[in-house]
């Protein structure tokens, strides 16, 4: 995943406010807490707006037990 | 953007007005300044702490702090050029008398950060890949500027750039890095509005 900055969509979708609710309605910032980064970055994220790091994108994931792509997916996939 | 223009042009307006009342005040505007900043600094981490999760995230409160702190001795500094005139001289009474009041503006906008900064500071990749974008229009602005000034004293004789001073030369040389801060720092800023105004119209 690349990182870019919030200038508009993000090609890369998620689940992130589905999976905070399925473990035990876990807040924003509290998800923030626990991968180390703003609650500001998870609206962000959850928004659309903010593809993260590949590393970020594992951490987000292993916080809810699963792989990257249970997480993340492509909105439109680019043309291989 | 319009709150950006909004503290950019209160700021200017704080710095420029101090060193116009040099003389006119029972104090040094120094102390004033000092005084106003400090002032601001504690109202916006009031307003910060009531506005709880609403709140600028610690970077984006840096900036706040550092913009408005960084206008105000910006301007003030250019006030007390245009007032000397292109011929300073260092080590007169004079000027060292406004070298002190911008020197304690420096403090005071010091204060002012030390007082509104987030005291739990987070901060992560997408602050860094927001201060690159911030960093680089900076980097465009400071490049412009230093070339327009290169220019101007290469080729303008007369008037007030022709009869510039080494010590006033230096002294734009130190404007022209300020303003490139402010660049950078209006810039995050209006990427960091930018996100939250889309996060509030999803």
């Not at chain 2, 006119?24 to 910060?48: E, K, Q, Y």
């Amino acid at each position: 995943m690349m990182t870019r900055a919030p200038a508009g969509p993000s090609p890369v979708g998620n689940h992130l406010r589905r999976l905070r609710f399925e473990h035990g309605e876990m807040s924003q910032d509290a998800l923030a807490r626990r991968v180390g980064i703003t609650r500001q970055t998870i609206v962000a994220i959850e928004g659309g707006r903010y593809a993260p790091s590949l590393e970020l994108a594992m951490r987000l994931a292993h916080v809810f037990g699963r792989g990257v792509d249970d997480v993340f997916f492509w909105i439109d996939p680019p043309v291989a | 953007m319009l709150r950006i223009l909004l503290v950019l042009v209160m700021a200017l307006a704080l710095g420029a007005g101090l060193s116009v009342s040099a003389g006119m005040l029972p104090l040094r505007p120094g102390w004033l300044g000092v005084a106003v900043m400090i002032a601001a600094a504690a109202a916006t981490r009031r307003r910060w702490l009531l506005l709880a999760d609403a709140a600028p995230g610690s970077p984006e409160r840096a900036l706040w702090i550092g913009f408005a702190g960084t206008a105000v001795v910006a301007a003030h500094l250019l006030a007390v050029m245009v007032q000397v005139g292109p011929n300073l001289v260092m080590h007169t009474p004079e000027i060292h008398a406004l070298g002190i009041d911008n020197w304690t503006l420096v403090a005071g906008a010091l204060i002012a950060y030390w007082i509104a900064r987030d005291p739990e500071p987070r901060s992560d990749e997408r602050d860094v890949v927001i201060a690159v974008a911030g960093l680089r229009a900076a980097h465009h602005g400071l490049l412009l500027i230093l070339a327009l000034q290169i220019l101007a004293l290469g080729f303008v004789r007369d008037g007030w750039i022709g009869a510039m001073s080494h010590p006033s030369i230096a002294h734009a040389l130190i404007l022209a890095v300020m303003a490139s801060m402010l660049i950078d720092h209006g810039v995050r800023l209006h990427l960091y509005a930018r996100d939250a105004a889309d996060a509030a119209a999803a």
